[in-house]
C-alpha cells in the first residue's frame, strides 16, 4: 500500500510551494490541504501564466488530479467563490475536480473584523495578522462555537449564524473600531450559495478509502513550519499546525500513513509582516534580493523581509517534521553576487548556540556566518552537474549541516526550470 506523501514549507512561508506542487502533480491521484486558509497564497507559472492559489489545492490545474479541501482548513466563501470563478475563466473544470470537507471551518464577516480589530488595538506589538479571519475563526473552532461546511446541510444554520454573529458584535463593542458589516454580510450570503454547489464530504473517509485503494496522495500545507502555533517563532505564528503533524490532524490521517515528508525552502529567507528575523538585511543586498526575487506577498502585497539562509532553523523544522528530503527554490534569485552568506549558528549573549531558543524576542541574538563563493547567473539547466560549481557547493554544505538531501532544485518559476536529483 502506498504512503501518503506530505509537502510543506520549511521557513515563514512563501517558499515556493505551490510550484512544487503543481510540478509533482502528475505523481498524484489526489491532492489535499491540509491546514490554513486564504492567508495562503501559492503561486503557479505556467503556459505565460501567474495564478495565486489561495484555499483550492494547486493541484487543480492537472485534469486527472481530485483535490481536496480537509477538514483542518478554514475557508471564507468570498474569497473561495472568487477563485473558483477566475479558474472557470481559464477553462479549470473546478467542480469536478474539487471536494470540500463538511468538518472544515467557515470564516464569517464578523471573524475579518475582530481580526482587524485585535490586530489595530495592538499597536506596535501586532504579530503581523493578514487579515484575512483565521485566527478568530480557529479560535471559535477551539471553543467549539464554529460554525462547519457541513452545518449548511443543515436546517438550523441560520439559527447557529445568527447566534455566532452576535457574539462576535457583542466582542465588537469592546474596540474602537468602525466596521460595516450590511455589504460585507450580503455577499457572503452570495457566495455561500456558490459554495453550496461543490461536494461536500466526510473527508476522512474519502482519505482513508483512496489510501486503502492505493492511490497516491499529496498532503499540501501552507504557511510554514515557522509559523507553526506550537513550534514557530511564538507569538509571531499562524493559528494552524504547519508541521507534518498538522496532516494527520488535518486530514484525519494516523501517523502510520505518512510516507515522504518533503521541505521545501528558499535559498535564503523570506519573512512577511512582524516577528524575529535574525538574518534579515536591512541594506542594498536584502533589497537587491526582494527585487530580483519579486519578493511580494501573493496574498496582501506586502514587501517581503529578506535575508541570509538561516541553518539553525532550517535545521529545528527538518527535526519537527521528521523531513526526509528537501526542495531548494530560488537559487537563480541569489546568483551574481560575489559571496554569499550562510548563518551556522546564533550568538547569544556572546555564546554561540545552534539550537532555537524558546523565545527570540526575551533577547539580542547575533547570526554566525559562513562565507561561501557565490555563483554567476546562469541559463535554464537540465542536469545538476551542469549548475555552477560554486552553486553545488552551496548545496552541497547544506546537505552536511542539514543532514537532510536536497533532491529537487528550482532555477525558476517555470515548470521546466526545475531539476530533479
Given amino acids: 500500500m502506498s504512503k501518503v506523501d506530505v ?55 492537472r485534469p486527472k488530479a481530485i483535490n481536496v479541501i480537509g ?12 477563485e473558483i470563478a477566475a479558474l472557470k475563466l481559464e477553462g479549470v473544470d473546478v467542480d469536478s475536480r474539487l471536494l470540500v470537507s463538511r468538518k472544515a471551518h467557515l470564516i464569517l464577516p464578523t471573524h475579518r473584523f475582530l481580526d482587524a480589530a485585535s490586530e489595530a488595538s495592538k499597536g506596535k506589538e501586532k504579530i503581523g495578522s493578514t487579515l484575512k479571519g483565521i485566527g478568530p475563526a480557529y479560535m471559535d473552532k477551539t471553543g467549539r462555537n464554529g460554525l462547519r461546511v457541513g452545518d449548511l446541510e443543515n436546517p438550523d444554520f441560520l439559527k447557529k449564524y445568527q447566534e455566532l454573529k452576535d457574539k462576535h458584535l457583542q466582542l465588537l463593542t469592546f474596540y474602537k473600531f468602525d ?23 466526510n473527508s476522512e473517509y474519502f482519505v482513508h478509502q483512496c489510501f486503502e485503494q492505493g492511490k497516491n496522495i499529496l498532503a499540501e500545507g501552507a504557511q510554514g513550519s515557522l509559523l507553526d502555533i506550537d513550534f514557530g517563532t511564538y507569538p509571531f505564528v499562524t493559528s494552524s ?5 498538522g496532516a494527520c490532524t488535518g486530514l484525519g ?14 535559498a535564503y529567507c523570506t519573512r512577511v509582516g512582524s516577528g524575529p528575523f535574525v538574518t534579515e538585511l536591512l541594506d542594498d543586498v536584502g533589497e537587491k534580493i526582494r527585487q530580483k526575487g519579486k519578493e511580494f506577498g501573493s496574498t496582501t502585497g506586502r514587501a ?9 532553523a532550517l535545521k529545528y523544522a527538518c527535526m519537527v517534521n521528521g523531513t526526509t528530503e528537501l526542495f531548494m527554490m530560488k537559487s537563480d534569485v541569489i546568483a551574481g553576487f560575489e559571496k554569499v552568506k550562510i ?5 547569544i549573549n556572546g555564546k554561540e548556540i545552534e539550537g532555537i531558543p524558546f523565545d527570540f524576542t526575551a533577547q539580542d541574538i547575533q ?9 554567476k547567473e546562469f541559463e535554464t539547466v537540465s542536469k545538476f552537474k551542469e549548475l555552477p560549481h560554486e552553486l553545488q557547493s552551496y548545496i552541497k554544505f547544506i546537505e552536511e549541516k542539514v543532514g537532510v538531501p536536497i533532491t529537487l532544485v528550482s532555477t525558476g518559476p517555470g515548470r521546466n526550470q526545475t531539476i530533479f536529483r
Fill in 304 to 312: 517581503r523581509r529578506c535575508g541570509w539562509l538561516d541553518i539553525p
Fill in 179 to 201: 466596521f460595516d458589516i450590511k455589504e460585507t454580510e450580503k455577499l457572503w450570503f452570495e457566495s455561500l450559495e456558490e459554495l453550496k454547489k461543490l461536494k461536500f464530504i
Fill in 367 to 375: 547570526p554566525v556566518y559562513q562565507e561561501l563563493n557565490g555563483w
Fill in 241 to 245: 499546525n504547519t508541521t507534518c503533524a
Fill in 343 to 347: 548563518c551556522t549558528a546564533y550568538k
Fill in 253 to 266: 490521517l494516523p501517523p502510520s500513513a505518512i510516507g515522504r515528508v518533503i521541505g521545501i525552502f528558499k
Fill in 71 to 82: 477538514n483542518g482548513v478554514v475557508i471564507d466563501p468570498v474569497v473561495l467563490q472568487k
Fill in 7 to 61: 509537502l510543506l514549507g520549511l521557513q515563514w512561508g512563501d517558499e515556493g510551494k505551490g510550484k512544487v506542487v503543481d510540478v509533482l502533480t502528475p505523481n498524484y491521484e489526489v491532492i489535499a490541504r491540509f491546514q490554513g486558509g486564504p492567508n495562503a497564497g501559492h503561486t503557479l507559472e505556467f503556459d505565460g501564466k501567474k495564478y495565486v492559489l489561495h484555499t483550492i489545492p494547486s493541484g487543480i490545474f
